[in-house]
């Protein structure tokens, strides 16, 4: 079955919830994990971000911290990385391909209305450009 699941995070409370589901089914058959993070180029704030006081997270290392604290605290193997790219949903893709992921488990954000209809836009890219299965959490 699922051996290593991707856990990417942008940070919100749904993909905190994505998160702690993927971590649960992790430790349900077995599986690692790793969480990811994609910042994308175009965002220069972003990455002065990461340019913050040594020892204190900021808001792009809290997002890894947090999938370790819920892995950790579950006992699922888990690592977590950084990457920076123009297209969200095109380096989630890349990642998991690389990592040899079987599994991406991603959030779908919970809008109101028409807006509630759609999957977010890089959760559909995902799902549309990508190989791997693809389980989306609301």
Do not use: Q, W, Y
Not at 98 to 111: G, K, Q, T
Request: hydrophobic fraction near 40%; include cysteine.
């Amino acid at each position: 079955m699922f051996k290593h699941i991707l856990l990417p995070t942008d940070g919100s409370e749904s993909s905190e919830s994505a998160i702690r589901t993927g971590v649960h089914l992790a430790k349900a058959i077995g599986a690692r994990v790793t969480g990811l993070t994609v910042i994308p180029r175009r965002h220069r704030s972003d990455e002065e971000e990461l340019e913050s006081e040594p020892g204190v997270p900021t808001g792009v290392e809290g997002r890894l911290l947090f999938v370790k604290r819920v892995a950790n605290g579950n006992s699922v193997d888990c690592d977590a990385m950084l990457t920076r790219g123009d297209s969200p949903s095109e380096e989630i893709i890349r990642v998991a391909e690389e990592l040899d992921c079987d599994l991406i488990v991603m959030a779908s954000h919970r809008r109101k209305g028409l807006e509630g209809l759609l999957i977010g836009s890089e959760t559909r890219a995902v799902l549309a450009h990508g190989r791997l299965p693809v389980l989306v959490c609301r």
